[in-house]
């Protein structure tokens, strides 16, 4: 039986919050996101007066879109879900925001790569046997904060449903 959108949704959240940073970030020098609860999948908006720099560097998964594509006659329909990492650390005054935007790119990077077990085998990261492929596709946005000192990361994510 195939998984549903939202256990998709919740393990693709979980192996991104378990991302950890090369070094420590941030106003609070951590290792990991400060957001790490189920609400990290609404998305608050940088200039938000609740997202403060004590709340970052924080991660937010947004759904965007599905496609279906049908494969002929017999063969079952392949569906394609599209996410986005939504990724923020406010940079002080003098700090390299893109150094940040490293930190986290290679965090998320890491944390979706293949796993132990088949994943390492086939080459390709399944959350932990849930789908069939999970996936960094398409154009990353940056944004270094030069003039605000709000760094903006955002990765796409295609996951492929079995």
């Known amino acids: 039986m195939s998984p549903t959108r939202e256990q998709i949704s919740q393990a693709l959240l979980a192996q991104l919050q378990s991302a ?4 420590p970030m941030g106003t609070n020098n951590l290792t990991t996101w400060a957001n790490q609860d189920p609400s990290a999948r609404r998305l608050v ?9 004590a709340d970052q560097p924080a991660l937010y998964l947004v759904a965007h879109d599905e496609e279906y594509v ?9 569906t394609g879900m599209m996410f986005s990492a939504v990724c923020y650390c406010r940079a002080e005054k003098g700090e390299v925001g893109d150094i940040y935007l490293n930190l986290m790119f290679e965090a998320i990077d890491t944390a979706l790569a293949p796993q132990q077990g088949p994943d390492m085998v086939e080459g390709v990261s399944t959350l932990g046997g849930l789908v069939n492929r999970c996936w960094i ?9 030069d003039l605000d000192n709000q760094a903006m990361l955002i990765v796409p994510i295609e996951v492929i449903v079995p």
């Open 20 to 23: 950890t940073f090369a070094q």
């Open 45 to 53: 908006l940088f200039d938000d007066p609740s997202l403060g720099s």
């Open 70 to 78: 049908q494969q002929g006659r017999g063969v079952p329909r392949r």
């Open 137 to 145: 596709r398409g154009r990353i946005f940056r944004d270094p904060g």
